[in-house]
């Protein structure tokens, strides 16, 4: 069983930057592939990033492609987000979310734990 918690969220200009944190209890964090989800009013939940067990290998949805940055301190069972330039269209709630043994999942189905999400407003 792994427990996550996002943190980091806010109210932040457009432009501005915020960092996400995601902590997991628990133990083996990494065997565990990693992703951020976000979802808006009336959206479906969508893929942003995501990292292989050993942070070696990334991968992102387009939209945020050379603005965010995802990244794992495995010592500290810890996941970031780094977003950069935000933009309106990324106000959102955000998830972090673990795979067991994946690599670099991209559907939410493929994912096994989920935390309980952080807000991110962008304002124009």
């Known amino acids: 069983q792994v427990r996550l918690v996002e943190s980091g969220g806010g109210l932040v200009q457009a432009g501005g930057s915020l960092r996400l944190s995601c902590v997991a209890s628990?133990?083996?964090?990494?065997?565990?592939?990693m992703g951020w989800f976000r979802q808006a009013p009336g959206k479906e939940r969508e893929f942003v990033a995501s990292?292989?067990?050993?942070?070696?290998?990334?991968y992102y949805a387009n939209s945020v492609k050379g603005r965010f940055s995802i990244s794992r301190d495995n010592a500290k069972n810890t996941l970031f987000l780094q977003m950069n330039n935000l933009a309106p269209e990324d106000t959102a709630l955000y998830y972090c979310?673990?795979?067991?043994?994946?690599?670099?999942?991209?559907?939410?189905?493929?994912?096994?734990?989920w935390g309980q999400g952080t807000q991110v407003t962008v304002s124009a």
């Open positions: 979310a673990a795979d067991w043994l994946g690599h670099t999942p991209t559907r939410s189905t493929q994912y096994d734990y």
């Open positions: 990292i292989n067990g050993g942070g070696g290998l990334t």
């Open positions: 628990g133990r083996s964090f990494d065997y565990y592939a």
